[in-house]
T-cell receptor, first 110, second 118 residues
């Protein structure tokens, strides 16, 4: 059974701090890795994708991938109250549907 | 960025009737589309995967005769909930995979349809 594990949280950080969200996956054949943000009552929104080991930066977001450790993370710099949401880690392997973690709830206090 | 639309955004129907939900990829061709269901405060649950021009593949426990999926073109998939019951009330979300997204096969979600069966 392929699994994606996330700490459900809530992860609470003050405004302006760095929020660090972590995810591990079980299948070494996984090829693509995604982070989605989901606000309450809304559908998921793709915010980052990463395919190779290392870091990928996009604005305040940095995704980090370590395939040897089967670990992917998302860093949010200068966290804002508007970043408060549930963050879903998703993993893809050819021929399969995305496998989602259960999500980590982030709360940014002003 | 890639845009997926879904219609209607919310619907209320009487028990025993059928409801059709449309999902369209607006600016890319989606060879594969997915239908999810999400109950309040719970995780996304994949219901089925559909490829253009072929029958949908349903996840275990999802009744294919109750949730009819048609993927008639590269930009349109429909989900019909037949003989709806109150327990079918949920948030239904479609998703489309952009096969041209640099090999990463990024998947984009529609805004969702909130179904309430009375």
């Amino acid at each position: 059974q392929k699994e994606v594990e996330q700490n459900s949280g809530p992860l609470s950080v003050p405004e302006g701090a760095i929020a660090s969200l972590n995810c591990t996956y079980s299948d070494r054949g996984s090829q693509s890795f995604f982070w989605y943000r989901q606000y309450s009552g809304k559908s998921p929104e793709l915010i980052m994708s990463i395919y190779s080991n290392g870091d990928k930066e996009d604005g305040r977001f940095t995704a980090q991938l370590n395939k040897a450790s089967q670990y992917v993370s998302l860093l949010i710099r200068d966290s804002q109250p508007s970043d408060s949401a549930t963050y879903l880690c998703a993993v893809w392997e050819a021929g399969t549907a995305l496998i989602f973690g259960k999500g980590t709830t982030l709360s940014v206090s002003s | 960025g890639a845009v997926v639309s879904q219609h209607p955004s919310w619907v209320i129907c009487k028990s025993g009737t059928s409801v059709k939900i449309e999902c369209r990829s607006l600016d890319f061709q989606a060879t594969t589309m997915f239908w999810y269901r999400q109950f309040p405060k719970q995780s996304l649950m994949l219901m089925a995967t559909s490829n253009e021009g072929s029958k949908a593949t349903y996840e275990q426990g999802v009744e294919k005769d109750k949730f009819l999926i048609n993927h008639a073109s590269l930009t349109l998939s429909t989900l019909t909930v037949t003989s709806a019951h109150p327990e079918d009330s949920s948030f239904y979300i479609c998703s489309a995979r952009d096969g041209a997204s640099g090999g990463g096969y990024e998947q984009y979600f529609g805004p969702g349809t909130r179904l309430t069966v009375t």
